[in-house]
């Protein structure tokens, strides 16, 4: 229910905004691109990062704003061909830029929609599927290089799946999360996970 209500709200926000993403596009502020991302989904797990490939959209609302929509996907079969693995998280985020020049840093903060799917497999048809979603937010940072007026490179840091309103020690022991610095008054959220993303993006 409470990712159902995100979704909802996320949507209603895209449709807000979608004026100030068509002026964007106008003003060549709306782009396309690729990128491959580094993802723990476990900060406290033992394995290493996955790579994931995806793509993104990113819409400069102003100089110092720009929205980004996400898609990455990873996918693993089995060495006999019988099972098939997906993860495939979806990404809405918030972009804002203190500062503006050919590298320009900025933060990010949004939502996330996560996605697993274990699909069992007979000579390459699908007989059975199994999906389990997590709904999170998200918060990091990063740099844009223009190159150009038409393309920009970017790299960012992002800590993922969010928690609020937790001191260090209940969160750790009843998430295992960690907290992004020691905040014993609440003030800043803990995380579960964390990813980089590195990709380039062409403006129209």
């Not at 949507?11 to 993802?39: E, N, Y």
């Not at 406290?44 to 400069?60: K, L």
């Amino acid at each position: 229910m409470r990712s159902r209500s995100s979704a909802i709200l996320l949507c209603a926000a895209l449709f807000t905004l979608l004026p100030a993403v068509r002026a964007a596009a106008q003003d060549g502020g709306f782009g396309i691109g690729g990128r491959l991302s580094m993802i723990r989904s476990d900060a406290h797990a033992d394995s290493g990062a996955e790579r994931f490939t995806g793509g993104q959209i990113r819409a400069h609302l102003s100089p110092r704003t720009a929205i980004e929509l996400s898609l990455d996907l990873k996918t693993v079969n089995s060495l006999d061909l019988t099972e098939r693995t997906r993860d495939f998280p979806i990404q809405g985020s918030l972009l804002l830029y203190p500062v503006r020049a050919a590298l320009s840093p900025y933060v990010l903060g949004g939502v996330g929609w996560y996605t697993h799917r274990v699909e069992q497999l007979a000579d390459k048809t699908v007989l059975s599927s199994e999906t389990t979603r997590e709904f999170g937010y998200h918060a990091g940072f990063g740099g844009q290089l223009r190159l150009g007026r038409h393309a920009a490179a970017h790299a960012d840091y992002r800590y993922t799946f969010l928690h609020f309103g937790e001191d260090d020690a209940t969160a750790s022991s009843l998430t295992g999360d960690s907290s992004l610095l020691s905040s014993p008054s609440n003030l800043l959220p803990g995380y579960r996970g964390s990813m980089w993303t590195a990709g380039l993006t062409v403006y129209f």
